[in-house]
């Protein structure tokens, strides 16, 4: 692993539209780069931050977006939302590194807990999360529902 990665968040829109393509590999039905940065815009007003592994030239190798919340569950807890690593880089222990940043983050935040959902399918992401010290704790039930009265 190099030790030349850097972290840093990704605050604004210019650092939103460079991040898409990293992120288009966890989330290919994302549509666009400016739709991205705009989905960004709103989710960062609900207290999603977007936390990236960078090169010493400044490319993002990876993405980790989370989010503090508090619930009668958990009390305050960090939700990892997003964790990706380019394809390239997959197994090379940026996803480790970035789950660490972000679990430091929980706790300097005060959080009781750090939770995140994978896809049942994602058996590889299964087996990083358990590595990495997490557990399976439950499921995630999902229902469609329309949007804007469609």
Known sequence: MDTS????????????TRAFDVMKELRPHLTGAHAFAAQMRRQ???SYRLLAACDEDGA????AGYRTQTN???GRFVYLDDLVVTARLQRSGIGALLLGKVR??????????FVLDTGLQRALAQRFYFRNG????G???VE??????K
């Not at 990665?5 to 939103?16: E, G, K, M, Q």
């Not at 993002?60 to 993405?63: A, Q, V």
């Open 5 to 16: 990665i850097a972290f840093r968040h990704l605050d604004t829109p210019d650092d939103w």
């Open 44 to 46: 960062r007003e609900e």
């Open 60 to 63: 993002i190798l990876g993405l």
């Open 72 to 74: 009668t569950l958990y």
């Open 104 to 113: 430091e983050i929980a706790l300097h935040s005060g959080c009781a807990h």
């Open 134 to 137: 997490l557990l399976a704790k």
């Open 139 to 141: 499921m995630h039930f």
């Open 144 to 149: 469609t529902l329309a949007v804007n009265g």
